[in-house]
């Protein structure tokens, strides 16, 4: 694919901190609409390529470019302009445990719009409802399960209908039921707003469920070993390593 039809572009990326060096030479594309995995084993740096994806750590060397733009090469203004575009839902949820849902969802819309309260707290619901929660909206965190949790972390993510939503193991802590759940809001999501969705994960389930484009990195060598389509890596990736982790084969036992 044409760089320059991609929403994202990863390129010839490294990220180290100090001098230990975690992933090099990282190069792959993200389209408008993937549902897009990074995967691999324990320890690889999947978060840590997101948070230099989402604008949280600078990279060693090379850049990340969004519509053509190089977030990295650019200025703290343009960074910001680009952020906005951003939804982010991290491992816990991170919910301000003493404000209620429809507050938390509500502070960024208190930050970056012209709403009033009415308005804030009527966009705030619309958004839980969106994740199957409506009537929780002024339950704390505190009082939701864990799926639930994740749902309402989702429902923040959303709350200025960002153009691409990205997700740090959103099935950690999940039953399968709900983990399958979770999956299924994800895809859902993705086909009626047309958001493009970026996924941390190594559960097989979710990436065979969602993930329609990835990538894979690895611990030994420090880089990634291929990107693509999950099936079609399990299936016909000339890589090894890539086919026991999609298999769980010996090499990950």
């Not at 469920?209 to 291929?226: E, H, K, M, P, Y």
Request: hydrophobic letters at 40%; a negative charge.
């Amino acid at each position: 694919m044409d760089d320059n039809d991609a929403h994202i572009v990863v390129k010839n990326l490294s990220i180290a901190y100090d001098d230990f060096l975690i992933q090099k030479d990282l190069n792959f594309c993200v389209k408008h609409g993937d549902i897009f995995i990074i995967m691999g084993g324990s320890g690889c740096g999947k978060s840590t390529l997101l948070k230099c994806m989402i604008g949280l750590k600078s990279p060693a060397q090379g850049d990340v470019l969004y519509d053509g733009l190089a977030f990295w090469a650019s200025d703290e203004n343009a960074q910001k302009q680009v952020k906005q575009q951003f939804g982010t839902l991290f491992q816990s949820g991170a919910l301000w445990s003493s404000m209620t849902l429809v507050e938390n969802i509500g502070l960024a819309l208190k930050q970056y719009t012209n709403l009033n309260e009415s308005q804030v707290r009527d966009v705030a619901a619309y958004k839980l409802m969106l994740v199957g929660l409506a009537g929780f909206e002024d339950y704390y965190p505190g009082e939701l399960s864990g799926g639930m949790k994740k749902r309402a972390g989702l429902a923040r993510a959303m709350a200025l209908d960002p153009q691409i939503l990205f997700f740090d193991e959103p099935s950690a802590g999940l039953d399968p039921i709900s983990a399958r759940l979770l999956d299924e809001l994800i895809l859902e999501l993705r086909d009626s707003l047309g958001t493009t969705v970026v996924v941390v994960t190594h559960e097989l389930a979710s990436i065979f469920a969602i993930g329609n484009n990835s990538v894979f990195l690895d611990s030994v060598t420090r880089t990634q070993l291929a990107t693509g389509h999950p099936v079609e890596l399990r299936d016909h990736c000339p890589d090894r390593i890539v086919r026991n982790f999609l298999t769980r084969g010996k090499a990950y036992e």
